[in-house]
Nanobody, 122 residues
Framework: QVQLVESGGGLVQAGGSLRLSCAAS????????MAWFRQTPGKDREFLGRVTWSGRLTYYADSVQGRFTIFRDNAKSTVYLQMNSLKPEDTALYYC???????????????WGQGTQVTVSS
């Protein structure tokens, strides 16, 4: 069992940066692939990126490639999403996710956080 709690969301101007954190509880955090998704009203959750258990391998959606970076600290049981060059269209509810499989499919996610809101003003 893994519980995930996101933090770090807020209001930022376009072009700015924000770092989200996701603290995990449970002794097996290092066994999971960690990912970030986001969701806007009326739409499905959008995969943003993931990092393997070792932290060595990452994979990003085209929409955020080069702007967002995911990294993890297994000693702190925390995964981060560094977001740079933010755009108004990045406004969404951001979710941390854990899965056994490396996936972009929200249906294969094993655990979700509660989400943290990011709003980018123009």
């Amino acid at each position: 069992q893994v519980q995930l709690v996101e933090s770090g969301g807020g209001l930022v101007q376009a072009g700015g940066s924000l770092r989200l954190s996701c603290a995990a509880s449970g002794r097996t955090f290092s066994s999971y692939v960690m990912a970030w998704f986001r969701q806007t009203p009326g739409k499905d959750r959008e995969f943003l990126g993931r990092v393997t258990w070792s932290g060595r391998l990452t994979y990003y959606a085209d929409s955020v490639q080069g702007r967002f970076t995911i990294f993890r600290d297994n000693a702190k049981s925390t995964v981060y999403l560094q977001m740079n060059s933010l755009k108004p269209e990045d406004t969404a509810l951001y979710y941390c996710a854990a899965s056994v499989a490396a996936t972009t499919d929200e249906r294969r996610i094993d655990y979700w956080g509660q989400g943290t809101q990011v709003t980018v003003s123009s």
